[in-house]
């Protein structure tokens, strides 16, 4: 009868700049090294200024069209933020981390994360000055 389990991980993901940012081969690694071979993956940010995708890694066209679409939807300087203390960027980072997401769920199966042929995990930095994200990884399963 197999045991259940679970690990932790941290991973520090380098940002410059908006943008999205792929970390997926950093997952798959430590997933597979955790000799976890079936259960389910939280991918969690510890941010409120960027978020995480599962999105398409094939053409990179679609990772400057999401930011640009979500530059217009959350633009910069508009008046109706109060919240300016950390720079114009900053509340539309908080918006636009609000219409995302801070965590993703992902099962695994034979010791790797069930990703279709062309996703990839990102973190998607929603401030303009380079940042160090950090996002935590807890896997659970047997």
Do not use: C
């Not at 976890?36 to 991918?43: A, D, K, M, S, Y």
């Not at 993703?104 to 042929?117: C, E, K, M, N, Y």
């Amino acid at each position: 009868m197999a045991t259940m389990r679970q690990a932790f991980h941290e991973v520090a993901v380098p940002t410059h700049g908006k943008g999205l940012y792929a970390f997926t081969s950093q997952v798959r690694d430590w997933v597979q090294a955790s000799g976890i071979r079936q259960g389910l993956l939280t991918v969690y940010i510890r941010h409120t200024s960027a978020s995480l995708l599962i999105q398409e890694n094939y053409d990179p066209t679609v990772q400057t069209d999401l930011e640009r679409f979500l530059s217009r939807l959350v633009p910069e300087g508009d008046p109706i933020y109060e919240h300016t203390l950390e720079g114009a960027d900053d509340m539309p980072a908080h918006v636009r981390a609000a219409l995302t997401q801070t965590h993703l769920a992902i099962p695994v199966d034979d010791g790797s994360p069930l990703l279709g042929t062309w996703q990839g995990i990102y973190v998607f930095e929603h401030r303009r000055a380079a940042q160090r994200r950090s996002v935590v990884l807890h896997l659970l399963g047997e």
